[in-house]
């Protein structure tokens, strides 16, 4: 009997109502049996339609049957407890809210091992077992469990959406194609999913391409940063070094200064910090791209690949990088009196050598350099204040508007005699120094005008090339006249073209190398730009020519630093 009970079909001795083996059996009139509890209360839900039905075969009864105990089932089931026979399924088997349910179960349903795609039903273990034993579902495509198998049915056809309208970008059925897409480029959806799959495969590749170039460049910035860690403290302490003994030679000609006047010299030193900026990276974006990417590459439902493909295969840019900016401390000392030549000498020689230092330690530059600016608005977040230094000015050459403009005037100035002065040229130097990225504009009056940049140390006296902006190694100047340009360094000229305009932009991006000049009306114009290492800080500079007409009359340029904050 256990033998014979272990065989028969389990819709046999389980409820189809509670899905667990039949307790209290009871037959109903179309031969189905159920648990007398389960179908009581099935009925009780039908008692205000006054018509009852049965669960599986959907036979309906009126009035409502009067329920009888099965006897043979009854002692059946108390056989087949005695052989050990396993009740319903697990808990764990049952669909929950968060699962796929089986379509085909009746009661409590189980859930779902795969969907088919054809049939658009789900179907747990039990009622899958028809699509793998028959081979009239062998073309069946059965995939992962899915609740929104009844989006691939066509709204307005009722038919499955087998297609994909490349003009419209969506999925449709055999009769759109026939109806508002005729004429469009339609492909089977298969083909549309094979083509978009080759192009992910693609992206993925890009990505994990990318993934590995950024890992390698962090790789290399780490060894940068440790290499700049190791360089600046070996610099910090051998700078320590040399200031201690700057400072002992100091206080010993303080003391001494000390025994001969009687005074006291306060001394205020301040010592030179340095400042690190640590470098970061990020690659989660992309890691976080390639994981959805990879995900949408598993999904089985066409469909769904094909409308979440558009938003996902997006690339964003890469990401730009950025610069480290170190910005020494200066100290000051103040003296006595007694001593106030020998102060104002040590200060000019500080001054001049402060800034080769800070050069040197702001050129440490661990990133690629910025971007140049694209417009306008870009250049003037890098715009500077530039005035014109009197002690470099030539005599010929009259300094106004808060020494922002220079004029060629052909008279004598009032200047004092000065090292810095240019006896020859007519040219004139800025009093700030210029490192880092810097722009300014100046502003262009008459024929005949260089606007440039330059050491400190270019020639001053004399008339040769060694003292000429754009003739030496120590200078670059833009020659502006009405109608042409024509750039100069070392000597050599370049002719340039370019829209005239009685304005140039210039922008200096020291650490880079690169000095650009431009043409600036409503638009920017590149007139010439210039890639070089610069060794010292630059100084902007203007050189202003002058021309005598066949009257004798004499008429000089004149350029004007603009004022861009």
């Not at 009581?40 to 599986?56: L, N, R």
């Not at 990318?210 to 600046?232: C, G, H, T, W």
Request: aromatic share 8%.
């Amino acid at each position: 009997m256990a033998q014979q009970g272990a065989q028969l079909d389990q819709e046999t001795i389980f409820c189809s109502i509670c899905l667990d083996l039949v307790k209290d059996p009871v037959t109903i009139p179309c031969g189905h049996s159920y648990c007398m509890s389960c179908i009581k209360g099935f009925w009780d839900e039908e008692d205000e339609k006054k018509i009852h039905s049965c669960p599986q075969c959907t036979q309906t009864f009126t009035p409502r049957p009067v329920l009888v105990k099965n006897t043979m089932l009854a002692d059946l089931m108390e056989e087949l407890k005695k052989t050990g026979l396993q009740g319903a399924p697990a808990d764990h088997c049952y669909a929950g809210p968060e699962d796929v349910a089986c379509d085909v179960c009746t009661g409590r349903k189980m859930k779902a091992l795969k969907s088919c795609l054809v049939c658009l039903i789900s179907y747990c273990e039990k009622h899958l077992q028809l699509h793998y034993e028959s081979a009239a579902f062998e073309k069946h495509k059965l995939v992962d469990p899915s609740k929104k198998l009844q989006e691939n049915i066509c709204s307005r056809h009722d038919e499955v959406m087998k297609m994909f309208c490349r003009t419209d970008q969506q999925s449709i059925c055999y009769l759109c194609s026939m109806d508002e897409h005729k004429g469009h480029d339609t492909v089977s959806a298969a083909a549309e999913r094979t083509e978009r799959q080759r192009e992910l495969e693609v992206s993925r590749q890009n990505i994990q391409q990318r993934i590995q170039d950024r890992e390698k460049d962090v790789k290399l910035l780490q060894q940068e940063v440790e290499a700049v860690s190791r360089s600046a403290d070996k610099a910090v302490e051998d700078s320590e070094k040399i200031f201690t003994e700057l400072i002992r030679l100091i206080q010993k000609r303080s003391s001494d200064v000390k025994r001969q006047i009687r005074s006291q010299q306060e001394t205020e030193v301040r010592q030179v910090k340095e400042l690190q900026e640590k470098l970061e990276q990020e690659i989660t974006e992309l890691k976080r791209k390639d994981a959805e990417l990879k995900q949408l590459s598993h999904t089985e439902d066409r469909n769904q690949f094909l409308h979440n493909y558009p938003s996902l295969s997006q690339l964003s840019e890469p990401t730009d990088s950025s610069s480290i900016n170190i910005r020494p401390l200066r100290y000051f000392e103040d003296v006595t009196a007694a001593v106030s030549e020998l102060r104002d000498q040590l200060q000019d020689i500080l001054r001049e050598k402060w800034t080769n230092i800070s050069l040197t330690v702001t050129e440490v530059d661990v990133l690629l350099s910025q971007r140049e600016p694209k417009t306008r608005a870009g250049f003037l977040k890098y715009a500077c204040e530039i005035t014109l230094d009197p002690n470099t000015a030539h005599k010929k050459m009259l300094l106004t508007d808060g020494n922002r403009k220079a004029t060629y005037t052909g008279k004598l100035q009032s200047y004092s005699s000065h090292s810095d002065r240019f006896t020859a040229c007519c040219q004139v130097l800025s009093r700030q120094s210029l490192t880092g990225r810097c722009y300014w504009e100046v502003e262009l009056r008459g024929r005949g005008v260089y606007v440039a940049v330059a050491y400190k140390n270019i020639s001053r006296a004399g008339n040769s090339d060694e003292c000429r902006f754009g003739h030496n190694n120590k200078s670059w100047a833009l020659d502006c006249d009405t109608n042409s340009y024509k750039f100069l360094f070392n000597n050599v000229s370049t002719p340039v073209s370019g829209p005239g305009s009685s304005r140039v932009g210039v922008y200096l991006d020291h650490s880079a190398g690169i000095l650009s000049f431009y043409s600036v009306s409503k638009t920017m114009t590149l007139l010439h730009r210039v890639q070089t290492t610069f060794t010292q800080p630059v100084y902007a500079g203007l050189w202003l020519c002058y021309e005598v007409d066949l009257s004798g009359i004499l008429y000089g340029s004149a350029a004007a630093f603009c004022k861009l904050k």
